[in-house]
Each structure stands twice: as C-alpha cells, then as structure tokens.
Nanobody
C-alpha cells in the first residue's frame, strides 16, 4: 500500500522561504513531484524529478524553486525561495510507480502573507 506523508507547509512572509518534504512508502517510484492548487483554480504542475534526477519546472518557478529527491529514502523535497502572495496554495506531493500509477499526498497549505 502506497503512503505519502507531506510536511513543511505554513505561513510565511513575502520574500521568505519554505522547504516541503514528502516521504513515500510502499513501492518503487519513477517520477516524483509537486503540484499546487490555489483557491478557485485548477491544480497545476510545480516541478517533477525522475529517478535519474532529471527535473522539470513550471514557468512561474523562474529559479525560485528547487526540487530534489533521495531514492534510498523515497523522499522528494521542494525548496521554495522568494515566496510571493500568489504562491499561496495547497501543495500536493505526487509519485508515479513503475506501472505508471499516480498517487497523491493529502496536501500541505502554504500561505504567503504579511
């Protein structure tokens, strides 16, 4: 049974930083990544990383976010710097197993406000 446990969200002032982490268990995972959903908007891709550490970022990231993973620990992290109010959203961890099945975390709230 695949389980995802996210951590690291919270309230931060504009310009601040956060680090989101997701611990996955129950399978071997190919792609791992982060998505986000702001109120009234559709869920959107933030960043993904393959098992071989190839990364893909959304355009709005613009060098502010860095995704990383530890294959031995089955964890994926997202370092978010220079946070903006428009980054406020629920951030979801996503993993894809070797059979291309997607699994989602419960979401962690990131609020950027002064």
């Amino acid at each position: 049974q695949v389980q995802l446990v996210e951590s690291g969200g919270g309230l931060v002032q504009p310009g601040g930083s956060l680090r989101l982490s997701c611990a996955a268990s129950g399978s071997i995972f190919n792609d791992m990544g982060w998505y986000r959903q702001a109120p009234g908007k559709q869920r959107e891709l933030v960043a993904t990383i393959t098992r071989g550490a190839s990364t893909n970022y959304a355009e709005f990231v613009k060098g502010r976010f860095t995704i990383s993973r530890d294959n031995a620990k089955n964890t994926v992290s997202l370092q978010i710097n220079s946070l903006k109010p428009e980054d406020t959203a629920v951030y979801y961890c996503n993993v894809r197993d070797l059979l291309f099945r997607d699994y989602w975390g419960q979401g962690t709230q990131v609020t950027v406000s002064s």
